[in-house]
């Protein structure tokens, strides 16, 4: 079984509710709302970054809870479920995601022509220090954040 997220990215209107509920549970905003502008449709598009694009476990996802940011989603663009019992085929991608990490997967459709960056460019990034298994958040000088 493979728990990760589902991004239904047509549902996603860019409320940023979900970054909000993430960062009033964590402190650390491990959700953000991107808006990327397609010039070949002339419109908006919102793609939520979610924290298992740069971390390998959900920090609120254990012992089978609801993360805060599906709770808070309005459209329930954001499914945290077992991605291996879902029949979608070919039709869930992969948003980019750091090496090792479970990654989200998205269905819907995102123009060509929009670039899809980094996590760790977008999201903070996990450190270990020293043998503790208490996690340090550093944010990336070239992060884009949500209001």
């Known amino acids: 079984m493979t728990r990760g997220f589902l991004v239904i990215a047509d549902r996603c209107f860019g409320c940023s509710s979900c970054a909000m509920a993430c960062r009033a549970w964590s402190g650390d905003g491990w959700a953000v709302v991107l808006e990327?502008?397609?010039?070949?449709?002339?419109?908006?598009?919102?793609?939520?970054?979610?924290?298992?694009q740069v971390v390998p476990d959900p920090p609120c996802g254990s012992r089978g809870a609801v993360p805060p940011c599906e709770l808070a989603c309005p459209t329930r663009a954001i499914q945290y479920c077992d991605l291996d019992a879902l029949r979608l085929d070919d039709r869930a991608r992969s948003l980019p995601a750091s090496p090792g990490v479970p990654g989200v997967r998205?269905?819907?459709?995102?123009?060509?022509?929009?670039?899809?960056?980094?996590?760790?460019?977008?999201?903070p990034?996990?450190?270990?220090?020293?043998?503790?298994?208490?996690?340090?958040?550093?944010?990336?000088?070239q992060a884009i954040w949500a209001p």
Do not use: H, M
């Open 106 to 123: 998205f269905v819907g459709k995102i123009p060509g022509d929009v670039d899809l960056p980094d996590p760790r460019d977008v999201l």
């Open 125 to 141: 990034v996990r450190r270990r220090q020293g043998s503790s298994d208490r996690a340090q958040v550093v944010r990336s000088s």
């Open 36 to 52: 990327l502008n397609s010039r070949s449709e002339e419109r908006a598009i919102w793609i939520p970054y979610l924290c298992s």
